[in-house]
């Protein structure tokens, strides 16, 4: 979410830290702040709200918390809206058990406009498009307290507005902006009868303002969050109203964030208010009543949090403290809904004490507690080694593929967006031949690589996992030297690959597995391999030559270097070397200036 | 033994090693054993030796004589096989020994096993097809939970069992498991899914691995110094970390482990999003419903965890750019290095 540091101030006046500190104490207290830019004179930060503070959607929220933090006052306008120049009742029906609270208002002798440009301005910082005055007033209130709303323009919406889930009633729903949507059997919306004119978090074509729009009715709403998100989620359209409604919002905040909408639509749009208060509260929030130990926050943290600062920031807050004995009892404010356990409070005031605040010191002292580690886990590990011993790569490959091994007993997964991957590996072979061919592209040859991993069955409707060990060596007959090393038998595919259940095998009592620090590269085109041909009059050492031109050509472009021939011309008498070496991550051009050059030969 | 022949037996040792050619075998084998050689001369000298250090003599002088003919033996042969005019296939006949090598994740996994095994704590493991009580409810996420989100999870059949989503799983089944145990000290590598469009950045698989600890009277403190030392055990001891609240459904307090950006040691730049920091994980108290679900008592019990993604750590530390390298990809090793 963005965050203009200018409206920040409109309910925090006392605030004046830079705002790389801002950037940085916001991010201290939980919402993890990216960056701050300066566009068009205003400072902007970049938040991430996390799920469970719905309220920081808004700047009310995040003000509240500054305002804990820093200890200064939270600003919040009193406003007294102008008296409704006609008695008269909105005819609304609330048949819906999702709705929580509504409150509605009509407006008549509204001027359609463009917006100030202050307020096109804030919304475009928000990746807001402007549409005029209305929409963007309830825009703008959202962003502010968190709480979105709607306009219905009353000459397309009479003779009601019903919201109610919709029972099959209506099929499509066409939205603001034109996208047409199947609705389902609970789909909150809001109709006049006739037509479905909105949903809970989306406006619809046939009842927006537009620029002959004379009289509108105004809602603030909340909702069922859950009904919310499957809404948003089965017609896969997620808005900034969607992100809001679907979190826990507070119905309390209401009241207070519509008399302001209200009266910024008076201000923009010049109307007047010529209904009764819609109002229907059907769902208040369950607050409770927490058993608080004030030492809580220091035991937990480690350090000393005295308790007058525990019971202050808990004040601050807005929790109502009463003692109880040893303990207190604490009422925290309906704006915090994810406030609900002794947990809970410990996590605000350690957050406002400041984790900085928790030095760094000694870790863990080693314990010696029962050592519950599966023996498959020694087994394991003791065969990477050996197999690292005997000269071969360990990969790891995909546990989802493409083909079933076995039909009958394969798991299949149900909703995987890779289309291409949706069973569950039955075999190891059929991913490590895959591996091989990709090696094969990449021109690398001669290779040895073995992967340990889970293989899936289904059997019945019970899921089986088990450890198993793929090897590929690519001469068939070492492969067979080397399992009767490795003292294991398994039946070899292809005559280079064999797979071994390792939950059959016996398994050591323990093991201490190596750790080193081996290299690995990404490959980003084929090996280039080039012979070279280098004479001596002396005889020499095959891997000293080896190590010394290999030094020539340097770690950087070289992946082997090996000698394929040595030959003595008897004639002049002397010593021929054919080199082969292979270069990786480079072009054709440069392996092969390279290669001539530490080789020292002509083009 | 007598100086001059053991100086004689180190000198030709030395000489005969470096013999590649049949004529510098022929002109040692004359220098040494010849009628007018080495050998000859020096039996010939004997009799100007003491009479009672005769007898030592000869003996020492014929070892060194038979080691000496064993080495031009053995190096014979040497020149012979390396001069053959030429090699009957082409099967490398001259290369560095061929090296294995583990994946690099398996390799920073061993390494933190070895760190915490130091403190007493076990290697766990757990299945990787879960129920949804073990990825979710059980770890204080019950249905509803704004922290679900169904398009996240892999389903093998929906609503009850799916991939596991993170290695709190693991820690669910080690909590239930071993809840009658107590204390409890393990560690856990593990494969995770999440049900992404796999391309350069993002992958349906990766890794996690995570620690966890339940005790008596733990504090925020010793997580914070613990998690501190698994850093420092693999981004070195000149790493900064910062450690912030963060929220997890699972942990309370939650916190968020940042490392200082290597990059621009906190100024801003791309590679930190401008941000300075980078997350490096997530951490916290265990939440006392976690525990009791597992049947611990929150009351006396007490407990903490932390995790971090391995696969981006392995990313940075190789120089790979592209998480697919990784499983099934271009990841390779060169034959010859370590
Ligand atoms: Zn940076």
Redesign the interface.
Known sequence: MKLIYSQLQKLLPDLNVVPQKLRDDL????H????F?EIENEIVFDLDI?????DCLGYFGIAKDLGVYYNIPLLVPQITLPKTLENLDIPIEIKSNDVKRVLALKLSNIKVADSPEWLKKVLSLHGINSINNIVDATNYIMLFYGIPSHAFDTAKTTPYLIWENNNNRFDKFTSLDGSILDLNKETLLISNQKDALSLSFIGGNNSGIDSNTQEIIVEMAIYN??RV?KDS?SLKTVTEASIRL???LDTETIPMAFDQLINLIIDLGSGQITSNLFEKYLVKPEIPQIEFNAQKPS?????NIPIDFVLDVLNRLGCKIEKTGELFLVTPPSIRPDIT????L??EV??FFG??N?????????????????K??YLI?EL?DK??????????????VSKPVDPKTV????????TE?IY?RQSLIP?LQ??QD??ER?K?F?T?FFEIG?I?FQEGDK?I?KNSLGIYNSKAENLVSDLEKLGIKGKIVDKKYVEIILDDLPKPNSYA????????????SQIITLDANVSFS??????EL?KHYSEIIG?KYL??????????D?KSNQ?RYTF?ASYFNIDDKTAKDIHLKSFGLKN | MDQKLEQILNQYQEKIAQI??DKDLETTRIELFGRNGLFNDLFTKMKDIEPQDRRSYGQNLNVIKNELERLMALQSQK?EK??????EN??????????????????TE??L??LFK????????S???VTDEFNFERLNVPK?H??RD??DS?????PE?L?RTQTSTIESYLLKA?SG?L????AFPG?V?R????NRSNH??FHQYQAV?V?KGL????L???M??MFKTLYGPEVVV??????Y?EV?????P?MQCFNCHGK?CPIC???G?I?MGGSG?I??KVLKSAGIDPNIW?GFAFGMGLDRWTMAQ?????IR??????????????
């Open positions: 991010t201290m207290i939980g993890f702040t990216n960056y830019e996390k799920v469970n503070r719905g969050r859950s998100r989620r679907e979190k826990d035991i937990t943290s480690g350090i356990m002794e947990a809970d410990v996590e350690v957050r984790y900085q928790i030095p760094i010191t000694e870790p863990l002292a080693f314990k010696d507690v029962t050592d519950i580690t599966p498959e886990i590990d990477k197999l690292v011993d005997l000269g071969y790569d360990e990969v790891l490959t995909w546990p989802l798991i299949t997964t149900q909703n995987s967006i890779n991957s569950l991913s895959e591996q990709q090696y990449l690398l001669s040895q889970k899936f899921y996992e597995p190596q750790v080193k620090n081996f290299k690995a590269y990404e490959l980003t002396d005889e020499k050492d095959p891997v080896i770690d992946w082997q270097l090996i000698i394929t021939d040595i030959y003595k008897t010593f082969r | 590649v050619t020149v390396t001069v053959k005019t030429k090699v082409q099967e490398n006949i001259k290369a560095l020994p061929k090296i294995g090598h583990l994946h690099p994740v398996t390799q061993r390494q096993n070895a130091k403190l007493g704590f076990s290697v766990y493991n299945p990787e097809i509803n704004p922290a169904m398009q892999i389903y093998i059949k929906e069992y991939l071993k145990d204390p409890i000290r393990a494969s899914y049900n992404e469009k796999v349906f698989v600890v005790d504090t925020m403190k010793d914070i110094s613990t501190d030392l910062r450690y912030r609240a963060k929220y459904p309370e307090p939650g916190v968020g940042d801003g999003k401008y941000a920091w997350e108290m939440h006392p007490s190789k120089n790979i750019k592209d390298t990784l499983m099934g990809g271009n990841l390779a090793y060169k034959p010859n290095e370590l």
